[in-house]
């Protein structure tokens, strides 16, 4: 059965700094989405990675993806208080052809203080 | 641009009514799915709909229903709500096989469901 993790869970940064959000997952897949969510809003497609050592930048935000390591990364570069959201990475449960049948992690809370 | 609309963003219903939920998209899309949000605990799948008529369970089908009788339409239905079932639902849809897979699903901005 496939787990999705994310951590940290909540993530408090300041303006300007970087960090990492780390997405495991427990089963082979090479479909991962990361999504963003604001407050009492949908969720945003931010990134579709498809295949080992994909690596795809938006703005401050660069997600990657390693499938033999079953690990996706978020990195945000120089923060500032618009990326104030919840990250959620979601993985498909299939394998060499899309299911679309999406696990989703608990999602990672990101405040950026000014 | 894709349009997942849902009917009411937030709904209050009474312990053992029968509650529909209902999700219309405008991208001609294939595959639709609804999920419960809850802290903590993410995003978790109750059913998906990848053709008209047709319906499969998620990870957490108990309790609920669906129908999609229509391919824009599908609704979510609570046969007898109980106070567990208070929760953000979200639709979402996806044009997987006729699209490509490279595209992410689409979602509602979701209905907000307390059960009394």
């Known amino acids: 059965e496939l787990k999705v993790e994310q951590n940290p869970l909540f993530l408090s940064m300041q303006e300007g700094k970087n960090y990492t959000i780390y997405c495991n997952y427990s089963?082979?897949?090479?479909?991962l989405y990361w999504y963003r969510q604001d407050p009492g809003k949908s969720l945003e497609s931010l990134f579709v990675?498809?295949?080992?050592?994909a690596v795809k930048q938006e703005g401050r935000l660069m997600a990657s993806l390693d499938t033999k390591a079953r690990l996706s990364t978020l990195h945000i570069t120089a923060a500032v208080h618009d990326l104030s959201a919840t990250y959620f990475c979601a993985v498909d449960s299939g394998y060499g052809g899309a299911t679309n049948k999406l696990i989703f992690g608990t999602g990672t809370l990101l405040a950026v203080q000014p | 641009d894709v349009k997942v609309t849902q009917s009411s963003r937030y709904l209050v219903k009474r312990t053992g009514e029968k509650v529909f939920l209902e999700c219309v998209q405008d991208?001609?899309?294939?595959?639709m799915f609804w999920y419960r949000q809850d802290p903590g605990l993410g995003l978790r799948l109750i059913y998906f709909?990848?053709?008209?008529?047709?319906?499969e369970k998620g990870d957490i089908p108990e309790g609920y229903s669906v129908s999609r009788e229509k391919k824009e339409r599908f609704s979510l239905i609570l046969e007898s709500a109980s106070t567990n079932q208070t929760s953000m639902y979200l639709c979402a849809s996806w044009n997987g096989r006729s699209g490509g897979s490279n595209q992410p699903q689409h979602f509602g901005d979701g209905t907000r469901l307390s059960i009394l």
């Open positions: 089963t082979t897949s090479d479909r």
């Open positions: 991208m001609d899309h294939e595959n």
């Open positions: 709909s990848y053709d008209v008529k047709m319906k």
């Open positions: 990675l498809l295949s080992n050592g």
